[in-house]
């Protein structure tokens, strides 16, 4: 199958390149296929961190990774709840964006293969929005001075239509149109903007027609009981994730934060390039503490592209007041890489928020960041 498919495997072309190779999900799951594993993997870290991208991606081949989309949508189905469907659409989604981006990045690169790379006109076309974003045209060079190679715009322009289909207001005040610069019909918008409209349409496709009913159809009653384990134990995890919740800790205190939290804080403000797993950690830890989006960049010194990227996440996270998208567990953290420094207290705790709430609630009066923050 076409590499590209393993990176997008919402594609139309990967669907048809599924029904043409006439590997039924029935078929794969009776003969205990690698992409049933890996289907399981996709939906779990979907749950667990907000990404489909397996932890070993050596260990799979192109046609697993085609293969494990449907079978992932088959799980989702079975769990059948709103949390599971809602969870796996935006972890498919944020992981088509990041990849996005990056192929994106590298259209410059002469080196790049073509096959494995999708291009920004290839996603606009995927989605019909072909004639819905257009780029800024960038100002002409100074007299004398040669451009350094292509670059992605800075600016797009997006047709108004388009515009209020993909965007949603709950995203922030910056997304309503009283705060974007309208002209002609459409609406302008950066590149990051952009991105996040495009993951939105991804997010939309995915999250089609799920939950579908499995039971029932030609050999679904075959696939639900082969596959009645992983489902049972992916409930399990989701239950046992959701319950987390949010502190009922009012006082954000960095210095109490747990080591795991303190070291990707402190990475974020030195301006390393978290990976999603991490990012999500994170993220989901500050919001259950109830900061809102400017906070947490605040917190992070982040700005720019990276500030835009945080502050969507944080204000998708606390759209859903935290209980759908809590902070990983310890158990989670450990398995990311992203557990460090463990101290005593971490002994006795199983997530997180809970080693944050025991902290703050011995220490007593504190000072939070945000009043230390008020007095500059």
């Known amino acids: 199958m076409d590499p ?16 043409e190779a006439e590997l039924s999900p029935a078929a ?35 046609d697993t990774e085609v293969l494990s989309y449907p079978i992932a949508r088959i799980l989702v189905s079975l769990i059948d709840t709103p949390a599971a469907v809602e ?77 209020l289909d993909l965007a949603d207001a709950e995203w922030g005040e910056r997304w309503r149109l009283v705060n974007r610069e309208v002209a002609a019909g459409e609406v302008r918008v950066t590149a990051d903007d952009r991105s996040r409209l495009l993951e939105a ?4 496709r995915v999250a089609a027609g799920l939950p579908f ?12 009981e082969a596959l009645a384990p992983a489902v049972a134990d992916l409930r399990e995890l989701l239950n046992d994730h959701d319950a987390t919740g949010r502190t009922s800790v009012e006082a954000v205190v960095p210095a109490l934060f747990p080591p795991c939290m303190r070291g990707l804080v402190q990475r974020a403000r030195d301006g390393d390039d978290l990976p999603t ?3 999500f950690s994170l993220t989901s830890f500050l919001v259950a503490l109830g900061m809102d989006a ?56 199983s997530d997180p ?14 000072r939070g960041w945000r009043e230390a923050t008020g007095d500059g």
């Open 4 to 19: 590209l498919y393993a990176r997008y495997p919402f594609f139309e072309g990967a669907r048809e390149a599924v029904r």
């Open 28 to 62: 794969l799951v009776r003969a205990g296929a690698p992409a049933v594993e890996r289907g399981r993997e996709r939906v779990e870290r979907a749950l667990m961190a907000g990404t489909v991208a397996s932890e070993e991606p050596r260990r799979w081949d192109d």
């Open 87 to 163: 969870k796996y659409a935006f972890a498919e989604a944020a992981t088509a964006r990041e990849r996005f981006d990056a192929d994106f990045a590298a259209a410059a690169d002469p080196g790049t293969t073509r096959r494995t790379r999708a291009s920004l006109t290839d996603v606009l076309r995927e989605f019909d929005l072909a004639d819905a974003i257009r780029p800024e045209r960038e100002a002409p060079s100074e007299p004398g001075r040669r451009r350094s190679g292509r670059r992605d715009p800075t600016h797009y322009w997006v047709r108004l239509g388009s515009y």
């Open 201 to 204: 349409a991804v997010e939309r």
């Open 213 to 224: 009913e499995v039971r029932g159809s030609e050999g679904g009653d075959a696939i639900a």
């Open 277 to 279: 797993t991490a990012t």
């Open 294 to 349: 400017a906070e947490v960049t605040t917190l992070l010194d982040a700005d720019g592209e990276v500030a835009d990227r945080i502050e969507t996440r944080a204000e998708y996270l606390a759209e859903r007041d935290g209980t759908q998208y809590p902070p990983p567990s310890c158990a989670t953290m450990k398995a990311y890489g992203d557990c460090v420094d463990p101290d005593e207290r971490c002994e006795t705790i």
């Open 353 to 366: 928020l809970s080693y944050y709430t025991d902290a703050v609630r011995e220490a007593g009066d504190v």
